[in-house]
């Protein structure tokens, strides 16, 4: 069996073939993973089966090979890329190279010596990171590539269901006794709101690097947009263990963590295992936040009240008292569980929908939809739901007023971009341009696509690339001089916005600005 796997990507069927006819594949211990015209087919095979290396074209339609590049890069962090060229895209060739590839060749000119250079510094450097991982693994220790592998098998299997999983796709402790942990994120709706979805990100990166620190044999995936599924171990099996886990967490991330958890048995039960803690977690919505073990009995009804039968003759009447009666009622009805939260999730939205499908510009209730469902207990549905019962009342009546004002977001726009390095609040913004904090919130996120704090966030990071670029400054005075008062958050969102740390960034741009000036000959 070969060692590494290689992919071809290129439009043109002479130039692929070129390349593969180029190298002895097999005396270099590499086998073709194939070959594509595309780079959306060559993604779908990457996301499928192991590819070491990728040699693609740069200009491509569908999809063009750095967007290729950099979602072959996400999707395993150590495929190693190579650009094909023409001398025409040294530009892109730049780009490339800032995100991360490892080479390039001109297509034109392609001789099988510069190839095959260029293949065996890939395998060096694949070989290296390999003998780096068995040098810190210890026993019994999965490695990093083949628990990645075992990851993206595991997410695949659970969440895209695919029928199972590879023969060789899973650790041997799989086979044994192991205890899955479905993980939700608690406040998320307040982390968004404050810090923003790529802070939330980076969280969620935090939880899975702090389970590896105190279970390094274990496997963790995301599986929803703020969830995790741990697998771990015989060994980290009962309740006392999964606590401190727990405190773990929460310590090394300052968040909070709502934990379902069972027991399984070899790989046929791994889905079953996913299915079975997340209904354990999902008793949170009832209970609070805390560890929920799917064993433990569950209070099971057959039926109870529905909320638009009983709520809407209240909210058509505007009737405060008669509203807070209902939800009472409601949430009294339900308070121990018996139906699933999605269920009451469902019929508040349906609510909403019955009382202003058509009155409210649709985007302002499908995110209204979007807030409900991301409530994390029947209390906090319940509130919610009577606050954006008056709220869509309310922004009916500034849609109109606005209507023939200037844009608010025109006016936010200034505002923010005058003020960015300053401590701003969504508040104050929405107070400066006269518009409520809910109104402002849903019309900014669909006037430029991103909710208010990430905006924030993308013109801090902007900045942080120009100072990083034009100064001296060290990591913590950009850091200060870009808006972020804690340079290690800043660190770690850099990267995950640029694919590189702000130091690594800084070295790109000058070895690119110096090997730009010293190919092209005078600076004039």
Same mark, same amino acid.
């Given at each position: 069996?070969?060692?590494?796997?290689?992919? $071809?990507?290129?439009?043109?069927?002479?130039?692929?073939?070129?390349?593969?006819?180029?190298?002895?594949?097999?005396?270099?211990? $590499?086998?073709?993973?194939?070959?594509?015209?595309?780079?959306?087919?060559?993604?779908?095979?990457?996301?499928?089966?192991?590819?070491?290396?990728?040699?693609?074209?740069?200009?491509?339609?569908?999809?063009? &090979?750095?967007?290729?590049?950099?979602?072959?890069?996400?999707?395993?962090?150590?495929?190693?890329?190579?650009?094909?060229?023409?001398?025409?895209?040294?530009?892109?060739?730049?780009?490339?190279?800032?995100?991360?590839?490892?080479?390039?060749? #001109? =297509?034109?000119?392609?001789?099988?010596?510069?190839?095959?250079?260029?293949?065996? =510094?890939?395998?060096?450097?694949? +070989?290296?990171?390999?003998?780096?991982?068995?040098?810190?693994?210890?026993?019994?220790?999965?490695?990093?590539?083949?628990?990645?592998?075992?990851?993206?098998?595991?997410?695949?299997?659970?969440?895209?269901?695919?029928?199972?999983?590879?023969?060789?796709?899973?650790?041997?402790?799989?086979? &044994?006794?192991?205890?899955?942990?479905?993980?939700? #994120?608690?406040?998320?709706?307040?982390?968004?709101?404050?810090?923003?979805?790529?802070?939330?990100? +980076?969280?969620?990166?935090?939880?899975?690097?702090?389970?590896?620190?105190?279970?390094?044999?274990?496997?963790?995936?995301?599986?929803?947009?703020?969830?995790?599924?741990?697998?771990?171990? *015989?060994?980290?099996?009962?309740?006392?263990?999964?606590? =401190?886990?727990?405190?773990?967490?929460?310590?090394?991330?300052? +968040?909070?963590?709502?934990?379902?958890?069972?027991?399984?048995?070899? %790989?046929?039960?791994?889905?079953?295992?996913?299915?079975?803690?997340?209904?354990?977690?999902?008793?949170?919505?009832?209970?609070?936040?805390?560890?929920?073990? %799917?064993?433990?009995?569950?209070?099971?009804?057959?039926?109870?009240?529905?909320?638009?039968?009983?709520?809407?003759?209240?909210?058509?009447?505007?009737?405060?008292?008669?509203?807070?009666?209902?939800?009472?009622?409601?949430? *009294?009805?339900?308070?121990?569980?018996?139906?699933?939260?999605?269920?009451? =999730?469902?019929?508040?939205?349906?609510?909403?929908?019955?009382?202003?499908?058509?009155?409210?510009?649709?985007?302002?209730?499908?995110?209204?939809?979007?807030?409900?469902?991301?409530?994390?207990?029947?209390?906090?549905?319940?509130?919610? #739901?009577?606050?954006?019962?008056?709220?869509?009342?309310? %922004?009916?009546?500034?849609?109109?007023?606005?209507?023939?004002?200037?844009?608010?977001?025109?006016? /936010?726009?200034?505002?923010?971009?005058?003020?960015?390095?300053?401590?701003?609040?969504?508040?104050?913004?929405?107070?400066?341009?006269?518009?409520?904090?809910?109104?402002?919130?849903?019309?900014?996120?669909?006037?430029?696509? %991103?909710?208010?704090?990430?905006?924030?966030?993308?013109?801090?990071?902007?900045? /942080?690339?120009?100072?990083?670029?034009?100064?001296?400054?060290?990591?913590?005075?950009?850091?200060?001089?870009?808006?972020?008062?804690?340079?290690?958050?800043?660190?770690?969102?850099?990267?995950?916005?640029?694919?590189?740390?702000?130091?690594?960034?800084?070295?790109?741009?000058?070895?690119? /600005?110096?090997?730009?000036? &010293?190919?092209?000959?005078?600076?004039?």
């Amino acid at each position: 069996m070969m060692q590494w796997r290689a992919l $071809i990507v290129d439009d043109e069927p002479v130039i692929r073939m070129g390349i593969k006819a180029s190298v002895d594949w097999a005396a270099e211990q $590499i086998e073709l993973a194939g070959d594509c015209a595309n780079g959306a087919e060559a993604l779908e095979v990457i996301a499928r089966e192991s590819v070491h290396i990728l040699i693609t074209d740069i200009k491509m339609p569908i999809m063009d &090979g750095l967007t290729l590049a950099s979602r072959a890069m996400a999707v395993n962090p150590r495929i190693k890329v190579v650009l094909v060229s023409s001398y025409n895209d040294f530009e892109y060739v730049r780009q490339g190279l800032k995100i991360g590839a490892i080479d390039y060749i #001109l =297509k034109h000119t392609l001789e099988p010596e510069e190839l095959l250079l260029v293949i065996r =510094k890939c395998k060096e450097l694949l +070989v290296e990171e390999q003998r780096k991982e068995r040098l810190h693994q210890r026993p019994n220790e999965m490695s990093v590539r083949d628990r990645m592998r075992f990851e993206q098998e595991l997410k695949r299997h659970l969440v895209h269901r695919t029928e199972h999983l590879p023969e060789d796709g899973y650790p041997s402790w799989v086979m &044994g006794l192991y205890r899955a942990m479905y993980v939700k #994120l608690n406040r998320v709706y307040a982390i968004e709101e404050q810090q923003g979805y790529l802070f939330k990100s +980076v969280l969620l990166d935090q939880l899975v690097d702090s389970f590896y620190r105190v279970v390094p044999n274990g496997v963790a995936i995301q599986t929803a947009e703020n969830e995790l599924f741990f697998v771990l171990p *015989s060994g980290v099996p009962e309740a006392v263990e999964i606590s =401190k886990l727990k405190q773990a967490l929460e310590k090394d991330s300052d +968040v909070t963590v709502t934990i379902g958890h069972t027991t399984g048995s070899g %790989h046929g039960s791994l889905r079953e295992c996913f299915l079975a803690s997340r209904e354990a977690a999902e008793r949170g919505f009832f209970k609070g936040a805390g560890i929920y073990d %799917h064993r433990d009995p569950v209070y099971v009804r057959a039926a109870g009240k529905r909320l638009p039968s009983t709520l809407l003759p209240y909210a058509a009447d505007e009737d405060e008292s008669g509203i807070d009666r209902s939800l009472r009622e409601w949430c *009294s009805e339900w308070e121990n569980g018996g139906i699933s939260p999605a269920v009451l =999730k469902e019929e508040a939205c349906r609510v909403l929908s019955l009382m202003y499908k058509h009155s409210v510009d649709p985007y302002a209730l499908v995110e209204s939809f979007d807030r409900l469902f991301k409530t994390e207990s029947l209390p906090e549905l319940s509130r919610l #739901l009577k606050e954006q019962i008056f709220e869509l009342r309310k %922004h009916k009546t500034e849609v109109q007023t606005n209507q023939a004002a200037r844009n608010p977001i025109d006016r /936010a726009l200034d505002y923010i971009n005058a003020r960015y390095l300053e401590s701003l609040t969504l508040q104050e913004v929405a107070d400066a341009v006269h518009v409520s904090k809910n109104y402002f919130s849903i019309l900014f996120k669909k006037i430029t696509g %991103h909710n208010f704090i990430d905006y924030v966030i993308l013109l801090r990071v902007q900045k /942080a690339r120009e100072l990083l670029v034009t100064t001296d400054l060290k990591v913590y005075e950009v850091a200060e001089q870009s808006g972020f008062n804690d340079v290690k958050y800043f660190s770690k969102l850099f990267k995950k916005m640029t694919g590189c740390s702000p130091v690594d960034y800084r070295d790109k741009q000058m070895a690119s /600005a110096d090997g730009f000036w &010293g190919a092209g000959g005078n600076a004039e």
